[in-house]
């Protein structure tokens, strides 16, 4: 049965909802062009949303994305599909691109939810939670997270038993295992990819011992066991929920390394790292903090002084990569690894390690262009046609790229290409 | 006035709640006087926080609404926002620092910050009592905007501005246009040379008529606000009849683009100026572009092995910048790289305190090493020893990545790789008051929510002169700043705040004090029911309040600040 | 025997808005600590402040007043720093006819990151007021 697709039109359609997407739809909104912003996830605010506080300032993620969220969500010229891909697009002309958008069943109507939880209680199945990177569970029927937006419940639908239990418990009905995916034929002028990055899997490197020792997490966990939204009362590790006093970072895990595939630098691993330690030395007064780095890169606007108080609070540097990772019987872990400095073999131990992953592309949103490609780089960020002149060119006229989709950057360099970005939508919008 | 106010105490997600007991401050002034609603909230500024307090305004009927929360320089106008969609005047909004001053400033003493905040909330609404609705003022917004400075981040600022239909003045000090890039030859990143780029843009914005583009000139003073700036200019050099040529313009905004100096090693450092052999970064890659011979020649000599000394005036342990420059490691690797593709037997060896070549760059510090670059790292605090012997220049230093063995190198050439520092000539950053971060760029409003704003309504950064940046993020800040000038003037209309002086016409006795305190003739003698009084020209007046503590009779008040807000706020804080 | 028990001075401070605020803020956020008896009320311009507002803060048991002033760095302009001298003496006058110490009342100009300036300004500002108000006799 052919699908109907209901036609729609916006000026400018954004991919990814995340700080870098957000910015731009705000641009582009601000400046009265009626925007679509489709982002993949439950809920918009991308990474940044799940971080605990950004450095170098250490101001809260929160603090400054959820003010950004709310304002999205409410502004007049945005329009935000949630649980939503963008399949294919294809450039009709200079000024008109189609685009076909399928929008998943939620199976919550989120006009009508009230983020009341009574349907998780009910709910009898358990899954990890991805929003917490695997720390904790959650269930079939759940919220995001505590500052998702919007803020409605959602069914997952592959691991729901369709018992029912959350539908009785739903005081104001609006749980609905009816509801379609629905199919979107969108005509637009422009359209700017913000689809962001993907974290670097450790299981790539067996000799970290991620998946294989339980003490050993990434940064990503760690950051949300940081955050104020945590899963746990304290930082604890995994393992046995000890509260560990002897934490070692692992410095560019999957980052610069050839073997993996991934020669380049992702630019933020060393930052997040040391500002996870200040943020631990903080939290847990007696810790020993140690980071293992091959080189520093403190290089942005108030970086280098922020490396300097890392220093200062006690953070424990070493240059020297990590050989092997192994357990010890009670779940600390020994690490192998040369100290540069003193240019000798060494074996330190720790209680729980973190291992500072990188920035890796997010093969989503290239397959979908037909008739003009887009062309992506060797790594598969997306290219940037003319990286000096107009960085968020792309090989296509008219789309353009935001944030870490074409290649690793911090918040703040994130939030400047996307100021680019709508920038060149802008004008091409006005010129076409 | 008896008001109904509702107070939102936030725990910052921790921020503050880790060191001010939040409940404890929502129990010490809910029973305040006015107060009949008082809230501790996890995140004030979230989305579910904002509905409920809209919610909360329609449901308890209230008139008045405080935050106690971040510093308002992050959130005054999102809260300002929500109490305009719940229908209040948004200036009846009163908000309290609870975090960057209490929690945050006496993290070390929970009582005191706690004390504190419960008296800073206290202060608030007693201010809040007296607030009244206000309304801000409108005028025509010029639809022209200046940037100054035609580097690359400037010249990219007024294509994007030309490219939204708007009229733009581009303006250049030196005769030429294209700054820094304009000089170099090949770049990182990119198979095209500097001037080849600066040629590309140049060109594209002769394209466009709406560009004005002025150079040999400078902007030598400057009046006005946000939506209406009188620019006058003067040409550098002097015209036939010996005057300089001066001009005025009227833009609705500026965009200061005026990009960065080299730093200069002083002499000394590291032999600079003492011996013949040591050249800075970018006197080597001038070197480096502009030779065409198969082998390097320098001052007559043959070069073939070559130092280079990372970091030199850029992360200085003793002395003033601390800051990284950003751009050098890549810049240096990628000049070695060219030298060693153009001539014959170069020998490069990098000096170091750590390679920062961040990013997909960091392939080119591959390459170097594929071509069999030596690098050795020093510690910060123990430099290299620079001295001469004979036609060789001798370094000495302690290399880490080889424990601590002392290295001894000849070379033909050191390389003194210098960084990025701020403009010697900060004219028109004085001119615009622009305030200076602790690297003494230019400082922006705040990284992440208002990158390339400043305090100074209608003035926005780009490029270098906010701090180090190699190329691409120089643009993308210049199309950032560009878009953002253009956003305040695009609607032809501009809001400031009602924030201005009011005089009490009853009391004044007209000795024209004020008038002669207002720096902005905003203050008038006007005859009201016969007698002659002061007045206050609302278009003109900036809301400093300079003419208030002047005024004999105390018949001056800045709206906001006056007498009334002043003395309750200040009983509240030492009750 | 040194008592446990050391009592902080209360200081009003009074700071602008685009200048002295910001470098107060950023004390917070490098935890940079200064007594919490310190209290701050922003104005737009350090010109602006009345005399009659810091011989209230004395009146109503305030033992310091400090002027975080804008200084040359005022985007009001260059009078700033002479007209805000003109408000301390002003209040200098007011304070010495009514015998109040003048030490009590300080002036300094503060840029938008002097953070260590102002901590040292309040903390010093601190020791003399317990010093002179404070001390066992």
């Known amino acids: ?432 | 006035m008896k008001k109904k106010l509702g107070v939102y105490i936030c725990h910052c997600g921790g921020n503050i709640s880790d060191y001010v007991d939040v409940e404890k401050v929502r129990q010490a002034i809910e029973h305040e006087e006015g107060v009949v609603l008082a809230k501790t909230t996890m995140f004030a500024c979230s989305d579910s926080n904002q509905k409920e307090m809209v919610d909360d305004i329609h449901q308890y009927q209230l008139d008045g609404v405080i935050v106690a929360s971040c510093s308002p320089k992050l959130h005054l106008v999102t809260f300002r926002n929500v109490t305009e969609t719940a229908g209040l005047n948004k200036y009846t909004y009163v908000h309290a620092n609870i975090r960057e001053q209490a929690s945050w400033a006496h993290s070390d003493d929970k009582e005191g910050a706690t004390e504190k905040a419960i008296r800073l909330v206290k202060a608030a609404i007693s201010k809040s009592s007296y607030a009244e609705a206000l309304y801000p003022n409108k005028f025509e917004a010029r639809k022209t905007i200046a940037v100054i400075g035609a580097g690359i981040a400037g010249m990219k600022a007024a294509l994007s501005i030309a490219e939204k239909n708007t009229a733009v003045v581009l303006i250049e000090k030196e005769n030429s246009i294209g700054g820094h890039v304009a000089e170099w030859g090949s770049l990182f990143m990119s198979n095209e040379k500097g001037y080849e780029l600066v040629n590309r843009i140049h060109n594209n914005l002769l394209q466009h008529e709406n560009i004005s583009i002025l150079t040999g000139t400078e902007v030598i003073s400057s009046k006005g606000n946000i939506g209406n700036f009188t620019l006058t200019l003067q040409k550098k050099s002097k015209s036939i009849d010996n005057t300089k040529e001066t001009m005025e313009i009227n833009v609705g905004s500026v965009v200061v683009a005026t990009g960065f100096d080299h730093y200069i090693p002083q002499e000394g450092e590291f032999s600079y100026l003492h011996n013949r052999n040591i050249i800075s970064l970018p006197d080597f890659k001038k070197l480096i572009d502009k030779s065409t011979e198969k082998t390097l020649i320098y001052n007559g000599k043959e070069i073939h092995d070559i130092a280079y000394i990372y970091c030199v005036g850029s992360r200085q342990t003793d002395g003033d910048n601390k800051y990284c420059s950003r751009f050098c490691c890549t810049s240096t690797i990628h000049t070695a790289i060219e030298a060693k593709k153009k001539f014959k037997r170069i020998h490069n060896f990098h000096l170091h305190r750590g390679i920062r070549t961040y990013g997909k760059q960091e392939l080119l510090y591959d390459e170097a090493l594929q071509n069999g670059d030596i690098f050795i790292q020093f510690y910060d605090d123990f430099p290299p020893e620079v001295s001469s012997i004979g036609k060789k220049t001798s370094l000495k230093v302690k290399d880490l990545l080889s424990s601590d063995k002392e290295l001894l190198l000849d070379v033909d050439l050191v390389v003194l790789v210098t960084g990025m520092v701020p403009r010697m000539d900060q004219s028109v950053g004085q001119l615009f008051k622009l305030p200076k971060g602790r690297d003494k760029f230019y400082n922006e409003i705040h990284m992440k929510l208002r990158p390339v704003e400043t305090v100074i309504d209608g003035i926005t950064l780009a490029g270098t002169c906010q701090g180090p940046k190699n190329i691409s993020e120089s643009v993308n800040s210049a199309l950032s700043a560009a878009t953002k000038s253009y956003s305040y003037i695009s609607k032809g209309l501009v809001e400031t705040e009602p924030i201005i002086a009011k005089i009490n016409a009853d009391a004044c006795v007209w000795c024209g004090e004020c008038l002669n305190a207002c720096p902005f003739e905003a203050i008038e003698q006007k005859e009201v029911h016969g007698k002659k009084i002061a007045t206050v020209n609302k278009s003109v007046c900036k809301g400093c309040g300079m003419c208030a503590p002047v005024c004999l009779p105390n018949a001056i008040d800045l709206i906001g600040y006056s007498d009334k807000e002043i003395f309750s706020m200040i009983d509240a804080l030492a009750e | ?137």
């Open chain 1, 1 to 432: 049965m052919e699908e109907k697709r209901k036609k729609i039109e916006y000026d400018a359609l954004v991919v990814g909802a995340g700080i870098a997407g957000g910015e731009t739809a705000l641009n582009l909104a601000n400046n009265g062009y009626k925007v679509l912003l489709v982002e993949r996830d439950h809920s918009i605010g991308g990474k940044m949303i799940l971080l605990s506080k950004v450095f170098p300032t250490l101001d809260c993620a929160a603090c400054i994305t959820t003010p950004k969220v709310s304002e999205i969500a409410r502004h007049p010229n945005i329009t935000v599909f949630t649980e939503s891909e963008v399949t294919s697009i294809v450039k009709k002309t200079e000024s008109l691109f189609i685009a076909q958008i399928t929008k998943n069943p939620r199976f919550v109507h989120v006009e009508d939810c009230t983020a009341c939880q009574l349907c998780e209680q009910a709910c009898p199945v358990n899954v990890r939670d991805e929003y917490q990177f695997g720390l904790v569970g959650r269930k079939a029927a759940y919220i995001p997270f505590s500052i998702a937006n919007p803020k409605a419940a959602v069914i997952d639908l592959e691991q729901c038993t369709l018992c029912g239990a959350c539908e009785r418990a739903c005081p104001t009905h609006c749980i609905d295992f009816t509801m379609e995916t629905d199919y979107f034929e969108l005509q637009t002028k422009t359209v700017v990819l913000a689809t962001g990055f993907r974290l670097f899997d450790p299981l790539k490197i067996p000799r970290f011992g991620y998946g294989k020792y339980k003490n050993v997490v990434t940064s990503m966990q760690m950051e949300r066991e940081i955050a104020p939204t945590r899963p746990y009362h304290t930082i604890l590790r995994p393992g046995d929920g000890k509260i560990p006093d002897r934490i070692a970072y692992v410095l560019c895990a999957g980052s610069r390394d050839d073997s993996v595939g991934n020669p380049i630098c992702s630019q933020v691993c060393c930052m997040y790292s040391m500002k996870q330690a200040q943020l631990l030395m903080g939290a847990l007064p007696m810790a020993d903090i140690t980071i293992y780095y091959i080189d520093i890169r403190s290089f942005g606007k108030g970086f280098e002084e922020f490396y300097q108080q890392a220093k200062d609070m006690g953070v424990s540097f070493v240059k020297g990569k990590i050989g092997k990772i192994s357990e010890k019987e009670n779940g600390n872990l020994m690490l192998r690894y040369e100290d540069i400095q003193e240019g000798k073999l060494k074996e330190a131990e720790h209680d729980m390690v973190v291992l500072s992953v990188g920035m890796l592309s997010n093969p989503s949103v290239n397959q979908i262009f037909e008739g003009e490609m887009l062309q992506l780089d060797a790594l598969n960020f997306i290219q940037q046609s003319d990286l000096l002149g107009s960085p968020a060119k792309t090989s296509i006229d008219g789309v353009f790229v935001a944030g870490t989709a074409s290649g690793p950057m911090d918040i703040p360099d994130s939030i400047l290409s996307a100021g680019s970005a709508s920038s060149e939508a802008i004008s091409y919008l006005i010129q076409h």
């Open chain 3, 1 to 137: 025997m040194i008592s446990s028990l050391k009592k902080n001075a209360k200081i009003l401070v009074f700071s602008t808005e685009k200048i002295s605020d910001p470098a107060i803020d950023m004390a917070g956020l490098l935890k940079l600590h200064y007594p919490p008896t310190v209290y701050t009320i922003t104005v737009p311009c350090s010109s602006g402040i009345k005399p009659s507002w810091i011989m209230h803060a004395f009146e109503k048991g305030f033992d310091g007043v400090f002027i975080a002033a804008d200084g040359t760095d005022c985007v009001f302009g260059e009078s700033c720093t002479e007209k805000t001298g003109k408000v301390v003496s002003m209040t200098h006058e007011k304070m010495k006819q009514n015998d109040l110490d003048p030490a009590r009342l300080r002036m300094a100009a503060l840029c938008s990151v002097c953070s260590d300036a102002f901590i040292r300004q309040v903390r010093s500002l601190n020791e003399y007021l317990i010093k002179t108000r404070y001390s066992e006799k």
